[in-house]
């Protein structure tokens, strides 16, 4: 039998550390002591049934809640407390369930908008008279968002106003701006949710080219099928608290997951 590796070791490795995490909103208790470790450049699946702390995790980890206990780490860095502007120039970008794009803008001016963070230094040489640099960082933020826009298969509609574009390409759109911003770690919130079979499976095989980007990925899905061939390994909340954590194999297999989420074999 394999000894185990050293817990030092594969903490040496996680680029995203959660331990003993909570969150309460008044008297309810939305996220409960969680702890799990995504390593550096893997896909991580979070998942349970509806209500179980998913998004609230996620949004513990980019700033949106502080937790009222628990250490979040990034890369090392404790992000407890760090507003989201600091989380995102760390390297931590996401998507939203709700897609969250300036309807009225192209999709090219939406990816835009990811690059904000990476020009500030653009735009405080424009205060000061340096327009040349200015210029150059504006240039390079369009060429990063053109180039991000024809990673996910949008560069025949990067002037395309985004309320025109089908649901599955606004998903891409969403995905494109989260990249300008040059993530380490990229969580997507339910991304295949309202696709077709046909968009899933692109879907999968986006994913796994942002992962040979070297990207890590942190996602929440209810599509199964997605999980189970997207993710190496699985977390599993129910009523805010880690019943399972493991590879999708022995989730899959195990108990407690079947009975408070998965069902019966047949069904996954």
């Known amino acids: 039998m394999k000894a185990a590796e050293p817990t030092v070791e594969r903490e040496q490795r996680s680029l995203l550390t959660l331990g003993e995490v909570t969150k309460s909103f008044g008297g309810l208790t939305a996220v409960d002591k969680v702890s799990f470790a995504v390593e550096a450049g893997s896909v991580v699946g979070l998942i349970g049934p509806n209500g179980a702390g998913k998004t609230t995790v996620f949004n513990l980890i980019t700033g949106h809640y502080q937790p009222n206990h628990g250490d979040i780490r990034f890369a090392g860095q404790r992000l407890n407390g760090l507003p989201t502007h600091r989380i995102i120039m760390l390297g931590i970008a996401r998507t939203f369930q709700n897609i969250r794009l300036f309807q009225q803008l ?23 008279g340096f327009l040349p640099y200015q210029r150059r960082a504006e240039q390079e933020a369009v060429e990063r968002s053109v180039g991000e826009l024809e990673f996910v298969g949008l560069n025949q509609k990067v002037a395309t106003v985004a309320k025109n574009l089908s649901y599955g390409d606004q998903r891409r759109l969403e ?45 929440i899905e209810h599509d199964m099928r997605l999980v189970m061939r997207a993710c ?31 069902g019966t074999e047949d069904e996954v």
């Open 232 to 262: 190496e390994k699985l977390v599993v909340l129910e009523h805010g608290g880690k019943i399972a954590e493991g590879s999708p194999e022995q989730v899959r297999n195990d108990p407690r997951v079947i009975e408070a989420y998965l």
């Open 106 to 128: 192209s999709a090219l001016e939406n990816a835009l908008a990811g690059c904000h963070y990476r020009m500030r230094g653009g735009i405080l040489a424009g205060m000061f």
């Open 175 to 219: 995905i494109a701006r989260a990249l300008t911003t040059q993530p380490r770690l990229l969580i997507l919130d339910e991304p295949a949710g309202g696709m077709n079979e046909q968009e899933t499976e692109a879907l999968i095989g986006l994913i796994e080219q942002i992962r040979a980007r070297g990207i890590t990925i942190l996602l």
